[in-house]
């Protein structure tokens, strides 16, 4: 197999991570909401949405915070309630095997509501005693969000079931009657930066990948990939898809385009009734059954080439032979020379960038596929295609097919 990286520029939405960030901490203030401190009541409720923001790999988090506190004093309640914005500051950290750890901390605060007495002693401010609550509960509410982070972010399952999925050969029917297969072996994320209205970051799968003539076995392929952080920020994908593909395959693809078609030259022609395909050495080598001016059998040779300018494929050195009782003769000059011969070489090119359209749909769907019933969407587009060098073996043919291109993620 060949080494694939693909990168994806992800952004993601801040009103979605605010969203998750509140449905979080709302089942937090739900069990430690309510709790004496130094003896006094204290209430927490959230009041309006969170803020967030995030860089390399700490998240920065803006919470306003409704704190109502009570106690009896002189057989009297004292109440008093304010609200109060608290900063908090998660570092975040996966390890290889993605267990994530995270380490949350208030590093500011600041009332935008003075906490006032509500009853008991009038209107006066308190807000020396609410700093006191706040540095005195604020660890047990730190340690209350990272225990509820780690409980919830544990994605291995997710993780593996991906992988799995992705591994799942992929049936292609317009380019090729075969299956790409993609095993993921590390997945990496680069630090976090902010936008004004989303976070952005650079997923990278680095993959082995094969495009298989036959459906192949997924057994092979288990296990979770590893985690990294990764300092690389290119958007640039480039998949590396090993080719096989049988003499019988190549057969079927030639045989839909050539049989029934008839070549002119001076007066004569001959037109193919059947042709079958096998190797010669390092060449490809096509027996091609003919009527008309010439009846009989054409031996064909030539090496399979791509153009990459062109973005086609291609037979050079190309020799025309007549076979008669298993005996290769030279053709007659009107074949092997003139007009045919070169109708015959331009039949056998076989452009790739008719099939680009093709490969990004295949792609796209995919990776719907792979991401339906989730807030994830991709969108890839191909830039440039290659093939690396081929290699002709008894039974098929192998070569690399290398595809560069640009998929970009957004999670909203």
């Not at 004496?36 to 700490?58: A, F, P, Q």
């Not at 209205?197 to 979770?224: C, M, Q, T, W």
């Not at 690389?232 to 057969?251: D, M, R, V």
Request: aromatic share 8%; glycine share 4%; proline share 3%.
């Amino acid at each position: 197999m060949r080494y694939s990286e693909i990168n994806i520029p992800v952004s993601i939405s801040k009103a979605l991570l605010s969203k998750s960030l509140d449905t979080t901490l709302d089942s937090i203030l739900f069990d430690y909401g309510n709790q004496k401190v130094e003896g006094i009541d204290l209430e927490i409720m959230r009041r309006g949405n969170s803020l967030i923001e995030m860089n390399t790999k700490d998240i920065l988090s803006t919470i306003p915070l409704k704190l109502e506190v009570s106690k009896n004093l002189l057989m009297t309640e004292v109440r008093a309630e304010g609200v109060v914005e608290l900063v908090f500051s998660t570092n975040v950290d996966i390890d290889p095997y993605w267990n994530i750890v995270t380490k949350t901390e208030i590093v500011d605060h600041e009332w935008i509501e003075p906490m006032r007495m509500k009853s008991g002693f009038g209107g006066i401010s308190i807000e020396s005693i609410a700093n006191k609550i706040i540095d005195n509960s604020k660890d047990k509410l730190c340690k209350q969000i990272d225990e509820t982070l780690n409980k919830q972010l544990k994605f291995q399952e997710q993780i593996n079931d991906f992988a799995n999925q992705i591994r799942q050969p992929i049936k292609i029917h317009e380019l090729y009657d075969g299956f790409i297969q993609i095993s993921p072996d590390t997945i990496q994320l680069a630090d976090f930066k902010n936008t004004y209205d989303a976070v952005s970051s650079v997923l990278s799968i680095n993959v082995n990948s094969k495009l298989h003539a036959y459906k192949p076995d997924v057994e092979s392929f288990r296990g979770l990939p590893r985690f990294e952080w990764t300092q690389s920020e290119s958007n640039k994908s480039k998949l590396a898809l090993p080719i096989e593909i049988t003499y019988k395959q190549l057969e079927s693809l030639v045989k839909s385009y050539l049989v029934g078609q008839i070549f002119e030259s001076d007066g004569r022609s001959i037109t193919i009734k059947d042709m079958s395909l096998t190797r010669d050495g390092q060449y490809i080598a096509a027996i091609v059954d003919v009527i008309g001016s010439f009846d009989g059998q054409l031996y064909l040779t030539g090496r399979p080439n791509y153009n990459k300018q062109k973005k086609e494929l291609y037979a050079s050195d190309v020799e025309i032979n007549v076979k008669t009782k298993n005996i290769i003769q030279k053709a007659a000059a009107w074949i092997a020379k003139g007009v045919i011969k070169n109708r015959l070489e331009q039949e056998m090119v076989f452009s790739l960038d008719d099939q680009v359209t093709t490969l990004e749909g295949l792609i796209n769907d995919t990776f719907a596929n792979l991401t339906k019933e989730t807030p994830l969407t991709f969108r890839s587009n191909i830039e440039a295609i290659d093939i690396d060098q081929f290699l002709l073996l008894d039974d098929y043919i192998q070569a690399t097919l290398l595809i560069d291109g640009v998929i970009d993620g957004v999670i909203e």
